[in-house]
T-cell receptor, first 115, second 112 residues
Framework: ETGVTQTPRHLVMGMTNKKSLKCEQHLGHNAMYWYKQSAKKPLELMFVYSLEERVENNSVPSRFSPECPNSSHLFLHLHTLQPEDSALYLC??????????????FGSGTRLTVV | GENVEQHPSTLSVQEGDSAVIKCTYS??????FPWYKQELGKGPQLIID?????GEKKDQRIAVTLNKTAKHFSLHITETQPEDSAVYFCAASTNGDDKIIFGKGTRLHILP
């Protein structure tokens, strides 16, 4: 257990489904991230939330919608996904100060399969 | 923006030998360089990091070196063991930035 918990661990969904991934951190960190990990692009940054405000959206398709209701929770809402969206989705948290970010703590990821 | 290159993509070493993974970065303002280990079925875990005011850091069998002039940094694992088999990622971050840029990873195999 790293202090960052992701649920579910595995998810199979059809292209017309709507589902959500959940991430929770108990480390008191103020920044949270979503990464997509696939064979083609091992660690692809999707979204950055710093102090609950989305500060970066790396040209992610609108079928992925993030939500950060507070500094401890992060969601990724999924709808009308494509088979190429199948990947491991990793959440991470970090402590961001004016001098920059410290090391990330990652969750174990959600293995998503789109059928 | 920052770009991190990592080599090799795959590395096989005999148990007990040393392994070296090398990375380069492009942004001279980068000042924080963490290394992550990812085992099967798990997320990446921070194993060691170094800041730009230090040239070398060691923690038991792992060490990291940084050459700011050449913008190179490397991970050294000595006396490798089967449990060292994993994917290793280098990364870089710039002062004041709120994210880390990762290399593409090195799959390390420890051969019996």
């Amino acid at each position: 257990e790293t202090g960052v918990t992701q649920t579910p661990r595995h998810l199979v969904m059809g292209m017309t489904n709507k589902k959500s991934l959940k991430c929770e951190q108990h480390l008191g960190h103020n920044a949270m991230y979503w990464y997509k990990q696939s064979a083609k692009k091992p660690l692809e940054l999707m979204f950055v939330y710093s102090l609950e405000e989305r500060v970066e959206n790396n040209s992610v398709p609108s079928r992925f919608s993030p939500e950060c209701p507070n500094s401890s929770h992060l969601f990724l809402h999924l709808h009308t996904l494509q088979p190429e969206d199948s990947a491991l989705y990793l959440c991470a948290s970090s402590q961001f100060t004016g001098q920059g970010v410290g090391g990330y703590t990652f969750g174990s990821g959600t293995r998503l399969t789109v059928v | 923006g920052e770009n991190v290159e990592q080599h090799p993509s795959t590395l096989s070493v005999q148990e007990g030998d040393s392994a070296v993974i090398k990375c380069t970065y492009s942004d001279s303002a980068s000042n924080y360089f963490p290394w992550y280990k990812q085992e099967l079925g798990k997320g990446p875990q921070l194993i060691i990091d170094i800041r730009s005011n230090v040239g070398e850091k060691k923690d038991q069998r792992i060490a990291v070196t940084l050459n700011k002039t050449a913008k190179h940094f490397s991970l050294h694992i000595t006396e490798t063991q089967p449990e060292d088999s994993a994917v290793y990622f280098c990364a870089a971050s710039t002062n004041g930035d709120d994210k880390i840029i990762f290399g593409k990873g090195t799959r390390l195999h420890i051969l019996p």
